[in-house]
């Protein structure tokens, strides 16, 4: 696989992870207006002239946006002509760019028109889902080189059930962090793992109801992850992708919750908020890999079983005399 490509493959993930997390600095800092209600121009005009760290946070954004969103336009066009054979590739492609248009479009709609909370909680959702694309699309670029033995991957159906199970559950995770962002409930409850003075009792708020049913739905993922990752130690040695997969992914949750109560401990700290994002933002990019690896377990256990009944059918040679 030609070089210049795997390295734009890895430019665009980078960038991908920053648009992420440029976006949660933007969210965590109140910048969402710091170019007032204008796009793509900031307060109407082309070079701003009332600077302010608002307006320095929103116009960054925008431009990392805009660069990284040619570097995945780019890099669908590429990938399609070069690997196009691979049957993931033309979705990944058309995916990868329409879901950074539609994020890009929607963050445009509220800046201009406004939007509730719990629509702009989708936005990160849907920056991840582009980000997940691009990191599929970078992993398939180095498959080509057999740099490691995915395509051999065999699942059983309890782990496929599992990996799609909790994948679609790691979005619910994502979007309650977000609308605790975007409905400023992020210190509602200043006590960790329970609300206010490690109390049982309900929320008493919608506020509250928002940020302890984000740490309940974080519980629970900790909690599948943790004995996912048992299950793949156990049975899945030899399965090297699944069995370090789900060892980082454990790693990655792990990594996750912690973040989540420092957050709530340091009252707020920027970088941890920032790594909090960030850790999510991984792992969702590993469980879309599982994802992939799901749809190939079905051809590849019927490829070996293809190869097992050619072995059995074999007519021995009887071994010839020469005279």
């Given at each position: ?8 493959a ?5 960038g ?7 976006g949660?600095?933007?969210t965590?800092t109140?910048?969402g ?5 204008s796009?793509p121009?900031?307060n ?17 954004h925008?431009m990392?946006s805009?660069a990284v969103?040619?570097?995945?336009l780019?890099?669908s066009?590429?990938?399609w002509k070069a690997i ?9 492609s058309?995916?990868s760019?329409f ?5 890009g479009l929607?963050g445009a709609?509220?800046v201009?028109?406004?939007?509730s909370d ?6 990160f959702?849907?920056?991840?889902i582009s980000?997940a694309?691009?990191?599929?699309l970078t ?7 057999k ?5 051999k991957v065999i ?5 496929k059930?599992h990996i799609i199970g909790?994948?679609i559950?790691s ?7 977000a609308l ?6 992020s210190l509602v409850?200043r006590?960790?793992p329970?609300?206010i ?7 008493g ?5 928002v940020?302890m ?7 629970l993922?900790?909690?599948?992850i ?5 299950l ?9 992708v699944?069995?370090w997969?789900w060892i980082i992914s454990?790693i990655?949750v792990?990594l996750?919750?912690i973040?989540g109560?420092l957050?709530?401990?340091t009252?707020l700290?920027?970088?941890?908020a920032?790594?909090?994002?960030f850790f999510i ?6 469980l879309?890999?599982?994802i992939?690896?799901?749809s ?16 059995e059918?074999?007519?021995p ?6 005279h």
């Amino acid at each position: 696989m030609q070089r210049s490509l795997k390295w734009l493959a890895v430019l665009t993930t980078i960038g991908m992870l920053l648009i992420l997390l440029g976006g949660a600095l933007v969210t965590k800092t109140d910048s969402g207006m710091g170019c007032g209600r204008s796009w793509p121009l900031c307060n109407g005009e082309l070079v701003p002239t009332d600077i302010t760290p608002e307006l320095i946070i929103e116009l960054a954004h925008r431009m990392v946006s805009g660069a990284v969103g040619l570097m995945v336009l780019l890099l669908s066009v590429w990938t399609w002509k070069a690997i196009g054979h691979i049957r993931e590739t033309k979705f990944l492609s058309f995916t990868s760019f329409f879901f950074l248009l539609l994020q890009g479009l929607i963050g445009a709609a509220a800046v201009i028109w406004g939007q509730s909370d719990f629509v702009l909680a989708l936005h990160f959702g849907i920056s991840l889902i582009s980000f997940a694309t691009v990191l599929l699309l970078t992993l398939l670029i180095f498959e080509v080189d057999k740099k490691f033995e995915a395509e051999k991957v065999i699942l059983d159906s309890r782990m496929k059930r599992h990996i799609i199970g909790v994948s679609i559950y790691s979005y619910v995770v994502v979007y309650t962090g977000a609308l605790v962002r975007h409905v400023n409930a992020s210190l509602v409850c200043r006590d960790w793992p329970l609300c206010i003075n490690s109390s049982f009792a309900l929320p008493g708020n919608m506020h509250e109801w928002v940020q302890m049913g984000h740490r309940a739905a974080a519980g629970l993922i900790f909690i599948w992850i943790a004995y996912i990752t048992f299950l793949a130690v156990k049975h899945y040695k030899n399965q090297k992708v699944i069995y370090w997969g789900w060892i980082i992914s454990f790693i990655l949750v792990s990594l996750q919750v912690i973040a989540g109560a420092l957050v709530i401990v340091t009252r707020l700290n920027l970088y941890i908020a920032l790594a909090h994002a960030f850790f999510i933002s991984c792992l969702f990019g590993v469980l879309s890999y599982f994802i992939l690896l799901t749809s190939r377990s079905k051809k590849n256990a019927m490829a070996l079983e293809e190869i097992k009944k050619k072995e059995e059918n074999k007519v021995p040679v009887p071994p010839v005399t020469i005279h």
